[in-house]
């Protein structure tokens, strides 16, 4: 017994001298330096439907952009036009009431699968309770003109079709997922 439990404790000391070696060897590694990632909302893949349907990303996961640092500093954030928001909203609002349970249901046509009225409405309540950031980034990320020759009725527009555009993609790749998965 007392030369089986040796020949363990050699072992364990051999396998702790090897962890040491392969700490010590990561340890002089060079970190991996992650510059910058750039997200395709248009590229979205949707692999499971559980929990809340993500479009887009939120730094930091509860907090805001206000909460966010850059070396230490805080990120200006960029004001938006309040109004443009709010018209696109109440669009987009009303899209997700009244043409998206349709489309659903084409695209449950096309991939002649039947998902069903709970199903949708779990999609659109998903979409629902992101449409906000996404409105508010299209709107920051939109050129700035000299005021005068801006149209805030193309910029609404604009806006409201890619957003639609978006959503219509996510719906689609994910019910095409969904059907994949059977």
């Known amino acids: 017994m007392l030369q089986w439990q040796y020949q363990k404790l050699q072992e364990l000391e051999y396998k702790v001298k090897q962890l040491e070696n ?7 590694q060079r970190p991996m330096n992650v510059e910058k990632i750039e997200y395709k909302f248009d590229q979205l893949k949707i692999e499971k439907l ?10 930091g996961g509860d907090k805001t952009i206000e909460d966010l640092t850059v070396d230490g500093d805080p990120v200006e954030t960029v004001t938006y036009n309040k109004d443009l928001y709010q018209c696109v909203n109440r669009r987009i609002e009303q899209y997700l009431s009244d043409e998206c349970p349709a489309y659903i249901r084409s695209m449950e046509e096309k991939y002649q699968m039947i998902i069903g009225h709970d199903y949708r409405s779990t999609m659109i309540r998903d979409i629902r309770g992101q449409v906000d950031n996404r409105i508010e ?7 700035l003109g000299s005021g005068q020759d801006e149209d805030p009725n193309r910029k609404e527009q604009a806006i409201y079709e890619k957003l639609k555009s978006d959503i219509e993609v996510a719906i689609d790749r994910h019910i095409q997922h969904h059907k994949k998965k059977g």
């Open 22 to 28: 392969d700490m010590e060897r990561l340890s002089k």
């Open 50 to 59: 559980e929990g809340t349907l993500h479009i887009g990303v939120s730094p």
């Open 137 to 143: 980034n299209y709107i920051k990320s939109m050129p």
